[in-house]
């Protein structure tokens, strides 16, 4: 059974910092792209980051620059450093672990980042 359960969010000020992490289960986590989604109220889902088995990374516009992807193979872990937070940051993440051009593809629950004063 795959299982990808994020952990991190959580209420943060404007200008703090916040790291997420989703540890995979259940999949051959090395061989996958792993990737980080948010989806605020009212919007619709969009790319933050992702990064390839092959560790090559990708970034949403908004986030370059101050969101950081990495993943730790032996830990079948991916993380989202998140510094100098906005407020148009605030929405639930997602983690996602897909395998390019099949149609295997995985979500998490999602947690809540609320950047707020």
């Known amino acids: 059974q795959v299982q990808l359960v994020e952990s991190g969010g959580g209420l943060v000020q404007p200008g703090g910092s916040l790291r997420l992490s989703c540890a995979a289960s259940?999949?051959?986590?090395?061989?996958?792209?792993m990737a980080w989604y948010r989806q605020a109220p009212g919007k619709q889902r969009e790319l933050v980051a992702a990064?390839?088995?092959?560790?090559?990374?990708t970034y949403a516009d908004s986030v370059k620059g101050r969101f950081t992807i990495s993943r730790d193979n032996a830990k079948n872990t991916v993380y989202l450093q998140m510094s100098s937070l906005k407020p148009e940051d605030t929405a639930v993440y997602y983690c996602?672990?897909?395998?390019?051009?099949?149609?295997?593809?995985?979500w998490g629950q999602g947690t809540q980042v609320t950047v707020s004063s």
């Open positions: 259940g999949i051959s986590f090395s061989i996958y792209t």
């Open positions: 990064i390839t088995s092959g560790g090559t990374t």
């Open positions: 996602n672990a897909h395998i390019k051009i099949t149609t295997v593809n995985h």
